[in-house]
């Protein structure tokens, strides 16, 4: 018995040890206020802002605060849940206090932004409801991902206005935080959510990997990866997973678009018109450039797909692994790249790991910040979402660990979103990186929202269905072309990259129209179609390469 007493008091003594010795801070005893946060940010970045935002609160109010952070993938897996939440909650209200009896038809519809006229007048009735409700889903803010997200849950009604506009309405001007940079929307028309720090996308790679692939320079255009000494060698994430992921092929295709646009109108002024596909009408030199780039753009997102080691559901894992050289090269955020530079030089390893953003192939972004409807701590959310557009919070993103206004401990190495930031030079010596400003002439790229906008799901399924669902039949596709003596690579080649089952008039029309569909099952039905076409695609355009 004393023998059991003696290892239980042991086993207690281990235990007691972290809380023992954990250091007085912030998050240290009971907070008198509490905020509760959803986002898709790393752990550095959400151990500075539990810092930084419980000093500022802090001085202001004169109360202590704890941030309850969930952690539950990247920003489109968040949405889901969101929608999932608000889908019980406003069910509960219905049915229980209302009384009313609950339907599919209510399910799929009270979240819908903009009901078709012909809606049913009880789904309208339920949309009313719910945009004058204060249902909830426990969570306070959404902090972090891609601006698609954000504006989804705004049209569903899940963001609402913080007041953050009545309390500093000189922030919300184009010298400040404009409305619109480069084609995209850095706030939302109606604040439900607004931008605070500002992302672009890039290539990660590892120079000793690079070397042993025989590589003699580092990538510095998308189209490099495209490299068949790649193979097996790329890291990738899902862009179905993570939406800052979609973004960066979305910018891929822009860039082919553009490249398109450019050279159909080098052909001379005015537009050459030509017969539309299927034969009716004619379009544009504008619209053939988009049509023509987008599949360009599949192609080259097929190639880089092709040579991939991995799709994961986690971006953060691509610097990762690259920076360790478990692969050559990864698609990544810019300040994912920057942080793996940032931890090597802290190790004393510099200049293992490099980050290039291709010329004209990627623009700013915004990741924002909003409030979610039926918070439980409303008044701490807005003073969080202050705290994130002031010059506090934007200084946090960007300054050196260590200097005055800047992190405790990790640098973020992320561009503020308030251009007014950029306009204080004696804050250069501590800045991470004060030669970036996002809003110099030529920063970035121009972004056609009425190209791509209303298909990023679409190009995120079908880079799904096209590379990760069949991924193995498509590398071995790619490998059998590389071995092959010309013709029969050309041959096999053009037999791999045909595009016509996921062009631009079937992703606007069907492939839209199956994830538009109230039945996910004619998501599922196209999906399995689809990646079974692409795996007999990728069989015969082998049988091509080998002489077949």
């Given at each position: 018995?004393?023998?059991?007493?003696?290892?239980?008091?042991?086993?207690?003594?281990?235990?007691?040890?972290?809380?023992?010795?954990?250091?007085?801070?912030?998050?240290?005893?009971?907070?008198?206020?509490?905020?509760?946060?959803?986002?898709?940010?790393?752990?550095?970045?959400?151990?500075?802002?539990?810092?930084?935002?419980a000093?500022?609160?802090?001085?202001?109010?004169?109360?202590?605060?704890?941030?309850?952070?969930?952690?539950?993938?990247?920003?489109?897996?968040?949405?889901?849940?969101?929608?999932?939440a608000?889908?019980?909650?406003f069910?509960?209200?219905?049915?229980?206090?209302?009384?009313?009896?609950?339907?599919g038809?209510?399910q799929?519809?009270?979240?819908?932004?903009?009901?078709?006229?012909?809606?049913?007048?009880?789904?309208?009735?339920?949309r009313?409801?719910?945009?004058?409700s204060?249902?909830?889903?426990?969570?306070?803010?959404?902090?972090?991902?891609?601006?698609?997200?954000?504006?989804?849950?705004?049209?569903?009604?899940?963001?609402?206005?913080?007041?953050?506009?009545?309390?500093?309405?000189?922030?919300?001007?184009?010298?400040?935080?404009?409305?619109?940079?480069?084609?995209?929307?850095?706030?939302?028309?109606?604040?439900?959510?607004?931008?605070?720090?500002?992302?672009c996308?890039?290539?990660?790679?590892n120079?000793?990997?690079?070397?042993?692939?025989?590589m003699?320079?580092?990538?510095?255009?998308?189209?490099?990866?495209?490299?068949?000494?790649?193979?097996?060698?790329?890291?990738?994430?899902?862009?179905?997973?993570?939406?800052?992921?979609?973004?960066?092929?979305?910018?891929?295709?822009?860039?082919?678009?553009?490249?398109?646009?450019?050279?159909?109108?080098?052909?001379?002024?005015?537009?050459?018109?030509?017969a539309?596909?299927?034969?009716?009408?004619?379009?544009?030199?504008?619209?053939r450039?988009?049509?023509?780039?987008?599949?360009?753009?599949?192609?080259?997102?097929?190639l880089?797909?092709?040579?991939?080691?991995?799709?994961?559901?986690?971006?953060?894992?691509?610097?990762?692994?690259?920076?360790?050289?478990?692969?050559?090269?990864?698609?990544?955020?810019?300040?994912?790249?920057?942080?793996q530079?940032?931890?090597?030089?802290?190790?004393?390893?510099?200049?293992?790991?490099?980050?290039?953003?291709?010329?004209?192939?990627?623009?700013?972004?915004?990741?924002?910040?909003?409030?979610?409807?039926?918070?439980?701590?409303?008044a701490?959310?807005?003073?969080?979402?202050?705290?994130?557009?002031?010059?506090?919070?934007?200084?946090?993103?960007?300054?050196?660990?260590?200097?005055?206004?800047?992190?405790?401990?990790?640098?973020?190495?992320?561009?503020?979103?308030?251009?007014d930031?950029?306009?204080?030079?004696?804050?250069?010596?501590?800045?991470?990186?004060?030669?970036?400003?996002?809003?110099?002439?030529?920063?970035?790229?121009?972004?056609?929202?009425?190209?791509?906008?209303?298909?990023f799901?679409?190009?995120?399924?079908?880079?799904?269905?096209?590379?990760?669902?069949t991924?193995?039949e498509?590398?071995?596709?790619?490998?059998?072309?590389?071995?092959?003596?010309?013709?029969?690579?050309?041959?096999?080649?053009?037999?791999?990259?045909?595009?016509?089952?996921?062009d631009?008039?079937?992703?606007?029309?069907?492939?839209?129209?199956?994830?538009?569909?109230?039945?996910?099952?004619?998501?599922?039905?196209?999906?399995?179609?689809?990646?079974?076409?692409f795996?007999?695609?990728?069989?015969?355009?082998?049988?091509?390469?080998?002489?077949?």
């Amino acid at each position: 018995m004393s023998r059991n007493l003696a290892i239980v008091a042991l086993l207690a003594a281990i235990l007691a040890v972290p809380f023992l010795l954990r250091p007085e801070g912030p998050g240290a005893g009971p907070a008198q206020d509490t905020l509760v946060i959803v986002t898709p940010h790393n752990g550095a970045i959400r151990r500075e802002f539990q810092t930084g935002f419980a000093g500022w609160y802090r001085a202001r109010t004169g109360r202590t605060v704890a941030i309850d952070w969930r952690m539950l993938g990247g920003s489109s897996e968040i949405a889901r849940y969101l929608a999932g939440a608000y889908v019980d909650s406003f069910r509960n209200l219905w049915t229980g206090r209302l009384g009313r009896a609950w339907s599919g038809a209510l399910q799929a519809g009270f979240q819908e932004g903009g009901l078709p006229d012909g809606a049913p007048a009880v789904v309208r009735s339920a949309r009313e409801e719910f945009l004058k409700s204060g249902v909830g889903c426990g969570i306070d803010i959404f902090f972090g991902g891609g601006v698609f997200d954000f504006e989804r849950q705004a049209r569903a009604g899940t963001l609402v206005d913080s007041g953050i506009r009545r309390l500093h309405p000189d922030w919300f001007t184009e010298g400040t935080i404009p409305l619109m940079q480069g084609g995209g929307e850095y706030r939302d028309p109606g604040d439900r959510w607004i931008g605070c720090v500002l992302s672009c996308y890039g290539i990660i790679y590892n120079r000793d990997a690079l070397k042993r692939l025989g590589m003699a320079r580092p990538p510095s255009s998308w189209t490099d990866l495209c490299d068949p000494r790649y193979l097996g060698k790329l890291a990738l994430a899902d862009p179905t997973k993570s939406g800052s992921v979609a973004e960066a092929f979305e910018n891929i295709v822009q860039q082919r678009m553009r490249m398109r646009l450019a050279s159909v109108q080098a052909g001379g002024p005015g537009l050459p018109r030509q017969a539309a596909p299927g034969g009716t009408g004619t379009e544009d030199s504008e619209a053939r450039a988009v049509r023509e780039g987008w599949t360009d753009g599949l192609r080259l997102l097929q190639l880089v797909g092709a040579n991939a080691r991995y799709f994961t559901d986690s971006s953060q894992k691509v610097p990762i692994d690259v920076a360790n050289g478990d692969c050559a090269a990864g698609l990544c955020i810019d300040f994912y790249g920057r942080e793996q530079d940032e931890a090597l030089r802290r190790r004393g390893d510099p200049g293992r790991v490099g980050f290039v953003v291709p010329a004209g192939g990627s623009g700013y972004s915004v990741d924002p910040v909003g409030l979610l409807r039926g918070a439980p701590h409303p008044a701490v959310a807005a003073a969080f979402i202050e705290y994130a557009l002031s010059m506090d919070g934007q200084k946090l993103w960007d300054f050196r660990a260590g200097v005055p206004g800047g992190p405790g401990d990790t640098a973020l190495r992320r561009l503020p979103v308030r251009r007014d930031f950029y306009a204080h030079r004696e804050w250069s010596a501590s800045r991470s990186d004060p030669g970036e400003d996002p809003y110099e002439q030529g920063a970035g790229i121009e972004y056609h929202p009425e190209w791509t906008a209303s298909l990023f799901r679409e190009l995120a399924f079908i880079v799904r269905v096209m590379c990760e669902d069949t991924h193995e039949e498509l590398a071995g596709a790619w490998k059998a072309v590389n071995d092959a003596p010309e013709p029969d690579r050309s041959r096999a080649l053009e037999v791999m990259q045909d595009m016509s089952s996921v062009d631009y008039p079937n992703a606007r029309g069907r492939i839209r129209a199956a994830l538009d569909s109230r039945d996910k099952a004619d998501e599922v039905r196209l999906a399995r179609d689809l990646a079974a076409a692409f795996r007999l695609q990728y069989a015969r355009a082998g049988a091509v390469a080998r002489g077949n």
